[in-house]
């Protein structure tokens, strides 16, 4: 992307503006990596900048470093001098998510488009290539599975579980809240039914299954005690569908915050680096066509560290909503606030990091100050205030959380739509090669 005296240039600004916290927290918040995983951090800070420039050229991340780089220090005089002669795309919007995943798919429809039987690309495909491919692409399909357990998860806790409560709250005095909750049954269990084959061929598959027979049989308990053909009066039928409520909300406690963590495993192991590489050599055989895959391969170097980052955001929200509905259980049966404190002051070591990030966003400044109020009401040694301190800041935290969560969940969606194009140029392949 950037010529050697380019690269010469951005050494010397970089240096000129970082030193090595600042670098290592450059590396982690805007590539998604840890600068010491990257390059070695044990020599001088001229080197240092020298190989991990070499290392994003390779990987095709300039454009993604070079953006951080100049968002972090855009005040650094030979940073702005750089950016202005050489990487003038820093002062324009970043290409969205959505449209660099679209640049992808176009670059494998042009691969599609070239597998004539014979031709260099299909020839290419059959040897090597495919091999690489055929374990991205698996890759792609773990994921597509882990995904929709997880948004039928996300529907559970976020959608159908909220709702539930409320009308089981308003069924004694409103007999039409009967009716609502008779048509969210049944949307769930068509939306558990859709997803249970999905487990079948996962490494996980028996923890799936546990968890969706728990869901099935809470469904189940509800469904029963809602029924009309149930002549108990209305108070009882809350009650008995309260229990099988609990039965889901046991699952929601558990199963969201384990699948997630099995989905973004397997997004930081997906080798879009490998798919980069495999379009690169793909784009060696295409002659004077090979211009039309550049858009591709540019745009799979963008999504590395795009999709790194959100999954780093991901992780620091999972573990500040993880520690916060413990706080919340401990809240709940009384516990001694000593101990609720503590728990605090162990979130306040995530949360500060990231609220400081960002420091001037209206998010930011509104979770600081309701973190700020829950953490004085420890003062008052009352249950009730610290309560109604933390009652405030929780659900603006799990409201945060909830996007981060969305992010991960439509980038998933995205490269899921890569997966459908490299699963089709396999088959393609497969097909022609048998």
């Known amino acids: 992307m950037f010529s050697p005296v380019q690269q010469e240039a951005l050494q010397a600004a970089v240096v000129d503006a970082f030193d090595l916290d600042e ?7 805007r590539l998604g990596q840890r600068l010491e995983v990257l390059v070695s951090v044990n020599q001088g800070l001229d080197h240092l900048v020298f190989e991990l420039i070499q290392l994003v050229e390779r990987r095709g991340w300039s454009e993604e470093f ?6 972090t220090a855009s005040g650094n005089p030979a940073i702005q001098q750089f950016c202005e002669t050489s990487a003038r795309f820093v002062f324009l919007p970043r290409a969205s998510t959505n449209s660099l995943a679209q640049e992808v798919g176009s670059g494998l429809s042009i691969i599609a488009s070239r597998l004539d039987p014979g031709g260099p690309v ?3 495909l059959v040897g090597q290539a495919t091999l690489s491919l055929t374990d991205i692409g698996q890759q792609f399909t773990r994921m597509r599975c882990y995904k929709a357990l997880h948004d039928c998860l996300h529907n559970l806790y976020f959608k159908y579980a909220r709702l539930i409560r409320a009308e089981l709250r308003s069924l004694p005095d409103d007999p039409v809240a009967g009716d609502n909750l008779l048509t969210y049954f049944r949307e769930m269990s068509d939306e558990l039914a859709n997803v249970r084959p999905l487990a079948d061929g996962l490494e996980s598959r028996t923890a799936e299954q ?5 869901a099935n049989e809470s469904v189940r308990r509800m469904q029963s005690a809602i029924d009309p053909a149930n002549t108990a009066d209305s108070t009882t039928k809350a009650n008995d569908a309260t229990g099988g409520l609990r039965l889901l909300e046991g699952v929601l406690r558990v199963q969201p915050t384990r699948i997630n963590e099995l989905l ?4 930081e192991r997906l080798q879009l680096s490998r798919l980069r590489d495999s379009l690169t050599t793909i784009q060696g055989t295409l002659g004077a066509e090979a211009a039309a895959l550049q858009g591709a391969v540019d745009a799979l170097g963008n999504l590395t560290p795009r999709l790194n980052r959100i999954l780093v955001d991901h992780q620091e929200w999972q573990l500040v909503d993880n520690s916060l509905l413990q706080i919340d259980t401990e809240l709940k049966l009384g516990s001694a606030l000593d101990q609720c404190d503590f728990l605090w002051s162990e979130v306040k070591k995530i949360l500060q990091p990231m609220l400081d990030r960002d420091s001037t966003a209206a998010w930011s400044q509104e979770l600081r100050d ?16 610290v309560r109604t301190a933390f009652e405030r800041f929780h659900p603006r935290a799990m409201w945060y959380f909830f996007q981060a969560d969305k992010d991960l969940k439509e980038l998933s969606g995205e490269l899921d739509k890569v997966g459908d194009k490299l699963r089709d140029i396999l088959e393609q ?6």
């Open 23 to 29: 670098l290592m927290e450059l590396s982690r918040y």
């Open 66 to 71: 070079v953006r951080g780089v100049y968002e």
């Open 122 to 124: 299909r020839a290419l």
């Open 210 to 214: 546990m968890w969706l027979n728990v």
């Open 264 to 267: 973004t495993g397997l997004l």
């Open 370 to 385: 309701l973190a700020t109020k829950f953490g004085e009401s420890f003062a008052t040694a009352e249950l009730v205030r």
């Open 429 to 434: 392949v497969n097909n022609g090669h048998q």
